[in-house]
């Protein structure tokens, strides 16, 4: 289930117990290359080799009695083995991983996160593949088919699963949909891009987007137009701008047909898109006529928006009991689906959405990396659909839990301010974060002290951020106006100094072993400012991987530098 | 090890024990597409993380601890769990799988191959891979490191083991060649050819090829061009012809810079091009600039040539006693190495060499089916290069065993004329099968009969083939001539009109369950005459899956139906 491709291919799969429209044709989207490809003339053989009493010297497979695999198992969680409640945060946390290069070593010795997060509860159970089919159903699932199988659509069982988790998680509001295994996102995307890019068109994307993404379209020589962004993605309107107003002879291009957009989560900014703004999206790329390709690597991660402690103080486990029953039931599993924000696809009544699904990120590990066979006896035989959802409910839990680390860290250290704006949305409404001017930073109990004396803080914003609803990441906006000698590198270097600055932050942390990603790597068009925010330098922080102790540590750490930093002569 | 890419890497891995020269300088031959591809800059951070004491909140990668796999096993054959003495194979045969679509069927009840064909002798062990890493080396196979690694090269430990293997089997002429991992070779060929070719380009091929691989290229509009082959391959006279003689204007695009070939065991030929003729077909390379992409899915299973058992008449095994030793040893394992025909990396002392080893079809699965890391686990840390080839020399056995299959039952249904021209190697000298005209046609004891009594051969002469010494494939060459209406079809209808009697002949084949492949599926340029075989209709038959009793019945059976075809009135 790497990526769920809406495709028209009418009747094949027509649910016919439902109303719903085929999909328009949009053949005319289709790129030179795409119109060129052949089908496989062996394939024309396939039909006959059914058969039955058919000796088939057609083909020219090697002999699966030669395989040196016999027998394929695996110890797995069960579907319930992550707790949806998890205990509060202010325990010091066991392993877990620190940074991407030394996990592997830290891993070795240390408690499992498990243990500390959940006890001794986790059950697991054994997986098993044999050699010989057990039936002769094609949802079979044995290694002399699967070794051998090379269908473009991937094992008939896992199909089937990802039929009906797509058909009712996401409701596409098409009849004729279909879905296709890639072995990872980059691959569905590069796919899509021969599939619909002539060399030179033009690629919409969110501001900050995710540059494993536009690299992959750029041997095409692709343009890429940016689209502004606010804490719940891309705006309307001014998409809505970029296209009435294209001027394909101004900008050497002619207007885009293809979105990129990840609607939840977003990488790197974190923003989370609702229902109702996906709806305005979708009516101006039906206008535009426009194909959206969503990319969902974090769909399954959308939670409750992070709750101030200070404010409101809770346990963390009583702020869940506010949000969601924790009891693992079919009502809770449906309560779960029914908060996630709708897919594209539940909007798409003409088909011009392609969904992917990369599910590594979230839930487990891709295709390239891992056996098909062991996925499809996971998901379609053994988990199969309420259990697949009982386990994203708990993977939910788990980034909620680390979403809440890293935010209530940054409300131990900093001084917060909330963003009091009624109107606004809880997903757009920013926290800024500014310097303490009294001693003893950090530390609970000289927290509590200083917010109960408002007005202690410094005038001193440092960063800003909209705490995420999903994803692994908080996108801090640095206040680089706060930098004593800000106005003057801005007039004398223009943007190529306020990023020289971001970088001598950058390099301050990792000298003192934070390593954080720069904004800048994420910027779909370098050098054309952002309009509203070119004050600002960009960090993204991941909270996937640390454990809390890494995670206060280095809070304190970012506290420390980026006050230095502030105070420069 | 799905492609061994040999590309410049300069002194990276430069071996200086050995006196090689450098690669040439040949980037003039990248695509404007490759030209254009830009690393990810995310990727310029990972160096930052393996600092000691670094928490990395840079990375966007999932949390490992919630991975739901634990453990993985796999009961795999040792590395000599296949026999390489075959025993006669007048034995009817056990299992083995039927045609391509009830493989699966067929499997569920009967004895395993391998029980008739090595007794109980077969041994197995388990293989396990945990979720922890056992250190910190970055050989080490471990869950953690599998299910998140993404470096294009693969793990470090199937990288290091396939750098030994192309060391020592292929010897590439140069120094400073790489390896890289793909998910198979129609996949690596894409990256070729997106990599090589402009739309419009030209390809040169075997006159008849594989069409999966000829459809690749497809969608960059490239032309095919066809160089003539023999019973070893291309044909170094016609491709010198070709390419000494391109006129760009009369053909329309430039002289082609790149050529496909199989030269093991080619597809759909059979031919198998030794040392000789590859050194001449390299040299003509290095004269007119061109890459030669090598796929070689068929490498391991070059054998000896097909012995005639009425000339010589001898027990396989015997066969088989004469030309290896039947002995387990790393002697007879450079034996075996040494038999083989030299990869083209061997003459290439500039490094325009891209050798693509799909070992899936001989060995072991490929990466898309099967985990990456159960692979790694058991060719870098179980069999080992040394347990790796004494396995590659079952493999070939086995192909061996049923390629004499097929050839012997040719022999005892058909009546054989061998080409008896000395002056040819026995790798393209043609056996020419006639119809029989005593009765009681097939049948051992018949056969021995009708060879005591040459000259009782009907002079049409119905198929001719060259034994193949690897691949899965037999090439018949129908006599259509030997048709009574063939010169009148052929001069009213042209090769249109042939196509369609081999048609017929394909399907009236079909009708009585034998399925085999129609040679123009292979056909690189349709509508071009293949001079000098233009009376000739081309079938492929696999012997790669049918078990001894299925094929006898499929010789028989075409036997009868090209009799009857013939004496069509």
Redesign the interface.
Known sequence: MDSAFAIADHERYRDHTVELPNSIDLSHHLS???K???????KD??R??????????????????????????????THD??GITPATANVGGG???????????S??KKP???EWLFGKKTT?ETITIGK?????SPL?I?L??????SSAQGHPALQAFIREFVSKVYQPAFADWDVLLN?GSTMAWSHVV?MLLEPGDGVLYEEWSY??AM?TA????THKVSIKVDGEGLIPEDMNKVLAEWDEEKRGFRRPRVLYTVPTGQ?PTGATMLAARKKIIYDICVKYDIIIVEDEPYYALYADPWQSQKHQPKQIGARYADVEHHTDSKDTDEEFLKKLPPSYLKFDYQGRVIRMDPV??????D????????VAK?LAETWKYDGYIR?LR??KA??AM?RDWMCDLFETVFHLEFDQTLALSQHIRWVTAYERTAPGMGGAGAATIMDEKRGFKSNKAIVSFVPPTAG??VWLAVHLESHPRFAQIKDADGPEGVNKMLYELWTEL?EK?????PGY?FDAQPGVPHEGTENFGFF???????NHE??E??IK?IYKVFVSFFQEK
């Open positions: 030179s290359l795409a060129n490809r052949q089908s496989s003339a062996l053989l396939y006959y080799a059914a058969r039955p009493g058919m000796i088939g010297l057609a083909g020219g497979l090697p002999n699966p009695e030669i395989f040196p695999f016999l027998e394929l198992s695996a110890q797995v969680y083995a992550l392993g877990g991983g620190g940074g991407t290069g030394s996990d592997a070593q891993m070795v499992s996160f498990f697991t010989q089919p057990a039936s002769a079979d044995n002399n088919t699967l070794l051998q199988y072995i021969f540059p494993g690299n750029s041997p095409l020589q990488n590594k990120k979230a839930s487990y590990p295709f390239r990396n891992k056996s098909a066979a062991l996971l386990w708990g993977i788990t980034y680390r692994m990441f990792a072993n934070v390593l954080v990603s790597f993204r922080l991941s909270f996937s991987m640390a890494q995670m540590s280095a750490t």
